[in-house]
C-alpha cells in the first residue's frame, strides 16, 4: 500500500489552494508549482514548498509533464495530484508519473484514455447499458461532412480530449461547419495540446445533469448524487446545484445506476464524473466521462459531508471507501470570472486592489486570488467560486445572492452582477433553467442596477473626496470644504462612469447638493469620511463604502456596485484623436488566431473580422458597423497588446470620401 508523505500539486489558482488545505489536514506536506506570472499567487504560498516551472509561454508551461515530474523528484515528493484542466486528463503524463516510480493521484492511465477517446468511450459505456448520443471523431476535417450526414443537425462540435466546454461549438447548418471546426480545433490546441474534436447530435433545451462517482481498488463503486451545470455561456458552466430542482427520485435512481455502470464498466479508481444531457421530456444520454475532480464538487461535499480532495488521497494509498452516504439539504455554486458580460463577455486583466468576499454561515469561498494579485492573459478566467448551504433551495439561492452582492470586487471587471441576476430571476427560482438561459436572458438585463444607484454613489463619491480633503488639511479644519465668506460658485466634480456617460455634482455644505444640476431629493448627509458616507436620499438611508485608487473611486452599497474616475477639474487641452474612427483595438494581451478578412473587403456588421485568444478562450472580433476594411495590421500567430489597433472598418460614406 503506497504512502503519502508529501505531494506535488501540479497546478495553479484555487484548486492548488484547494488540495493543500486538505493535504494539510491529513498531514501531508506540500509542493506548489508556479510559472513566471504565478510567483505572487496564493497557491505558492499555500504550499509548504515550491518549484518555479521554466519556460516562455506562461500558458503552457504547466502543461511540461517533464518539468512536472522532475519538480517532484527534486522535493522528494511520493505523489503528483493533477487538479483538473491542464494534464489531470492526459493519460501519457500519468504514465510518465507512474514510470518515475511516484503515485498518481486520479485514475489509471488506461482508464483516462479510454474516456479520452470519446467515440470508443460511448461506444464502450452504450454497450454497458449507458443511453448514448451519436456521434463520431474527426481527425481530418474532409470527412468531417460524411460525419455530419449520420448524425444530422443540429449537431455540437467538441475537443476529443478534455472537458470544460473547451473547443465546444453549436452548429445549426452546413454553412457554418467548416468555421466551427476550425475554432474548436484551435481552442482544444491551445487548452489540451489536442486538436482533435468530436461531432455530436445537439439536444435542443437540454438540461446538464451529472453525476459524481467514486472508485477504489477494491472494485467498488458509489455514485455520490447528481450536480445541475445547466446555466453556461459558450459550453462553460457558471451555475452548479445539487441535487438538481429537475430531478425527481426515481430520475435521481436511474442517474445514479447508469453513473455507477459506467464506472464498473471501465474499472473506475479515482473521482470521476458522468455527464448526461436531459432532455425535457426526462430521457438522458451520456455527454462523456471526466476522469478527474471537477470544479464544482464543492456542492457535492457539502451535501454529503464528504471531502473528495480527502478521498482521492486514500483511495490513491489503497484505502477501500466508505459506505454510500445520504445527501442533505442544497448547495449552489457561481463561478466568479475575471470578465465583462455587459461588453461581450471581454475578459478583464489588471490589478485586484480589493477582493473581499463575506463570510457567513452556510458559505464557502474556494479562491485563487486575494487583494493585490494581478489578473494576467495567460490563463483562465476563473478568480473564485462562491458556494452557499442551507436547508432548502430557496434559502441557498437567497444567501448565494446575497453574499455576492455585498462583495467588494476592485480593480478587475467580474461577471458577479450577471450571477446575481441570474440567481434572482424568476426563471431560475422556479428552476427552470436549461442551457439555453442565457440565450434567452441577456447580460444587460441581468446585470441591470437599481435606477438610484448612479445618483446616490455620485453624491457619496463627492462627500467622500471632500472629507478626505478635509481630513489631509493643515489649517482650519472645522470649517466645510470650499467654504467662503461670500458664497459664489459651488464645488464641482465630474466623474467618468462604466455607461461610458458623465455624471457632475455640485455641492455647498452643509445643506445643498446636485446630481447634473439636480438637487438629490431629501438629501440628509448623516456622516462623511474618506472611506464611507452614511447619507439619505428620498426618505431612505443608506451607508456606501468608498475605495478611492488613484482617480478612481469603487463604491459599495446594498444598491450596488460602482467605479467612478474623477476627471482633472483643470483637463489638459484636448489631444487629436489617437486612433482613426472605425478601430477594433484589443481589449487585452492576446494572440491572433485567425483572419477571416483581407484588406478592401466588404463587411456588414456583426461579420467576423479575426479571432484572438486569450484567457485560454478565443474571443471573436466582428465588426460594429457596415463598411470597408482599410486597415489590416496584424496576422495569424501574431501577439498583441491591449488597445492595439487590430482592424480598422470605415464606414461606406468615410470609405468613399
Same mark, same amino acid.
Given at each position: 500500500m503506497p504512502l503519502i508523505r508529501r505531494l506535488l500539486i501540479a497546478n495553479r489558482g484555487e484548486i492548488a489552494v484547494r488540495i493543500a488545505r486538505t493535504a494539510h489536514t491529513m498531514g501531508i506536506d506540500t509542493v506548489a508549482v508556479y510559472a513566471d506570472p504565478d510567483v505572487d499567487s496564493p497557491h505558492v504560498s499555500a504550499a509548504?514548498? /515550491?518549484? @518555479?516551472?521554466? !519556460?516562455? =509561454?506562461?500558458? *503552457?508551461?504547466?502543461?511540461?509533464? #517533464?518539468? +512536472? &515530474? $522532475?519538480?517532484? %523528484?527534486?522535493?522528494?515528493?511520493?505523489?503528483?495530484?493533477p487538479g483538473y484542466g491542464f494534464l489531470s486528463e492526459n493519460a501519457d503524463f500519468a504514465r510518465q508519473v507512474e514510470a518515475a516510480g511516484l503515485v498518481f493521484v486520479g485514475p489509471a492511465p488506461h482508464t483516462i484514455a479510454a474516456m479520452g477517446d470519446k467515440l470508443a468511450a460511448k461506444e464502450l459505456l452504450g454497450a454497458a447499458g449507458v443511453p448514448v448520443l451519436p456521434g463520431g471523431m474527426v481527425r481530418e476535417?474532409?470527412?468531417?461532412?460524411?460525419?455530419?450526414?449520420?448524425?444530422?443537425?443540429?449537431?455540437?462540435?467538441?475537443?476529443?480530449?478534455?472537458?470544460?466546454?473547451?473547443?465546444?461549438?453549436?452548429?445549426?447548418?452546413?454553412?457554418?461547419?467548416?468555421?466551427?471546426?476550425?475554432? /474548436?480545433? @484551435?481552442?482544444? !490546441?491551445? =487548452?489540451?495540446? *489536442?486538436?482533435?474534436?468530436?461531432? #455530436?447530435? +445537439? &439536444? $435542443?433545451?437540454? %438540461?446538464?445533469?451529472?453525476?459524481?462517482?467514486?472508485?477504489?481498488?477494491?472494485?467498488?463503486?458509489?455514485?455520490?448524487?447528481?450536480?445541475d451545470c445547466s446555466v453556461q455561456r459558450r459550453h462553460q458552466k457558471l451555475i452548479e446545484e445539487s441535487p438538481s430542482p429537475a430531478v425527481d427520485r426515481a430520475l435521481r435512481e436511474r442517474l445514479c445506476a447508469a453513473a455507477v455502470a459506467a464506472g464498473r464498466a471501465i474499472g473506475y479508481v479515482g473521482a470521476g464524473t458522468v455527464e448526461f444531457v436531459l432532455d425535457p421530456s426526462g430521457a438522458f444520454h451520456l455527454l462523456e466521462v471526466n476522469t478527474r475532480l471537477q470544479?464544482?464538487?464543492?456542492?457535492?461535499?457539502?451535501?454529503?459531508?464528504?471531502?473528495?480532495?480527502?478521498?482521492?488521497?486514500?483511495?490513491?494509498?489503497?484505502?477501500?471507501?466508505?459506505?454510500?452516504?445520504?445527501?442533505?439539504g442544497h448547495a449552489i455554486e457561481a463561478r466568479l470570472y475575471a470578465e465583462d458580460p455587459v461588453r461581450g463577455y471581454a475578459p478583464s486583466v489588471g490589478t485586484l486592489h480589493r477582493f473581499d468576499i463575506p463570510e457567513a454561515d452556510g458559505i464557502r469561498v474556494d479562491a485563487g486570488v486575494v487583494t493585490g494579485s494581478r489578473v494576467g492573459p495567460h490563463y483562465d478566467a476563473l478568480l473564485a467560486k462562491v458556494i452557499a448551504y442551507a436547508p432548502t433551495r430557496d434559502e441557498a439561492c437567497r444567501k448565494l445572492a446575497h453574499t455576492l452582492a455585498r462583495a467588494r470586487l476592485h480593480g478587475v471587471r467580474?461577471?458577479?452582477?450577471?450571477?446575481?441576476?441570474?440567481?434572482?430571476?424568476?426563471?431560475?427560482?422556479?428552476?427552470?433553467?436549461?442551457?439555453?438561459?442565457?440565450?434567452r436572458h441577456s447580460a444587460a438585463d441581468l446585470c441591470a442596477a437599481d435606477?438610484?444607484?448612479?445618483?446616490?454613489?455620485?453624491?457619496?463619491?463627492?462627500?467622500?473626496?471632500?472629507?478626505?480633503?478635509?481630513a489631509a488639511a493643515r489649517v482650519l479644519t472645522g470649517i466645510p470644504s470650499g467654504w467662503r465668506n461670500v458664497r459664489s460658485a459651488d464645488q464641482q466634480v465630474t466623474y467618468a462612469h462604466d455607461t461610458d456617460g458623465r455624471t457632475t455634482v455640485t455641492y455647498r455644505l452643509p445643506d445643498h447638493l446636485a446630481i447634473d444640476g439636480k438637487p438629490l431629493p431629501g438629501l440628509v448627509v448623516h456622516a462623511a469620511h474618506a472611506d464611507r458616507v452614511d447619507l439619505g436620499a428620498d426618505g431612505v438611508r443608506?451607508?456606501?463604502?468608498?475605495?478611492?485608487?488613484?482617480?478612481?473611486?469603487?463604491?459599495?452599497?446594498?444598491?450596488?456596485?460602482?467605479?467612478?474616475?474623477?476627471?482633472?477639474?483643470?483637463?489638459?487641452?484636448?489631444?487629436?484623436?489617437?486612433?482613426?474612427?472605425?478601430?477594433?483595438?484589443?481589449?487585452?494581451?492576446?494572440?491572433?488566431?485567425?483572419?477571416?478578412?483581407?484588406?478592401?473587403?466588404?463587411?456588414?456588421?456583426?461579420?467576423?473580422?479575426?479571432?484572438?485568444?486569450?484567457m485560454k478562450m478565443e474571443h471573436e472580433v466582428t465588426a460594429p458597423h457596415e463598411g470597408v476594411v482599410t486597415h489590416l495590421p496584424v496576422g495569424p500567430g501574431e501577439p498583441v497588446d491591449a488597445g492595439a489597433v487590430l482592424a480598422v472598418v470605415t464606414a461606406p460614406v468615410e470609405a468613399a470620401g
Open positions: 509548504d514548498q /515550491a518549484v @518555479r516551472l521554466p !519556460g516562455d =509561454a506562461a500558458a *503552457d508551461t504547466y502543461l511540461r509533464g #517533464e518539468l +512536472l &515530474v $522532475e519538480a517532484a %523528484r527534486t522535493t522528494g515528493a511520493d505523489a503528483i495530484h476535417d474532409a470527412k468531417a461532412e460524411a460525419l455530419v450526414a449520420r448524425i444530422g443537425f443540429p449537431l455540437l462540435v467538441k475537443a476529443a480530449f478534455g472537458g470544460g466546454g473547451r473547443g465546444m461549438r453549436a452548429v445549426r447548418e452546413q454553412a457554418d461547419l467548416a468555421r466551427a471546426v476550425a475554432a /474548436a480545433r @484551435r481552442e482544444a !490546441g491551445a =487548452a489540451f495540446g *489536442d486538436d482533435t474534436v468530436f461531432l #455530436e447530435r +445537439l &439536444v $435542443e433545451r437540454p %438540461r446538464h445533469v451529472e453525476v459524481q462517482i467514486f472508485g477504489d481498488t477494491h472494485g467498488n463503486v458509489l455514485a455520490l448524487f447528481e450536480r470544479v464544482e464538487h464543492p456542492v457535492t461535499e457539502l451535501t454529503t459531508g464528504l471531502d473528495l480532495v480527502r478521498l482521492q488521497l486514500l483511495v490513491a494509498q489503497g484505502h477501500a471507501l466508505p459506505d454510500a452516504p445520504v445527501a442533505v467580474t461577471n458577479r452582477d450577471l450571477l446575481v441576476g441570474i440567481l434572482r430571476s424568476p426563471e431560475f427560482a422556479a428552476g427552470d433553467a436549461d442551457t439555453g438561459f442565457l440565450d435606477p438610484a444607484v448612479s445618483a446616490i454613489h455620485a453624491a457619496a463619491a463627492a462627500l467622500a473626496g471632500q472629507a478626505e480633503r478635509r443608506r451607508t456606501i463604502a468608498v475605495h478611492r485608487v488613484g482617480d478612481t473611486v469603487y463604491l459599495d452599497s446594498p444598491l450596488g456596485a460602482s467605479e467612478l474616475i474623477e476627471l482633472p477639474r483643470l483637463p489638459e487641452p484636448a489631444e487629436a484623436e489617437a486612433e482613426p474612427a472605425g478601430s477594433l483595438l484589443a481589449a487585452m494581451p492576446g494572440t491572433v488566431v485567425r483572419v477571416a478578412v483581407a484588406e478592401g473587403e466588404h463587411v456588414v456588421a456583426g461579420q467576423l473580422v479575426l479571432a484572438v485568444e486569450a
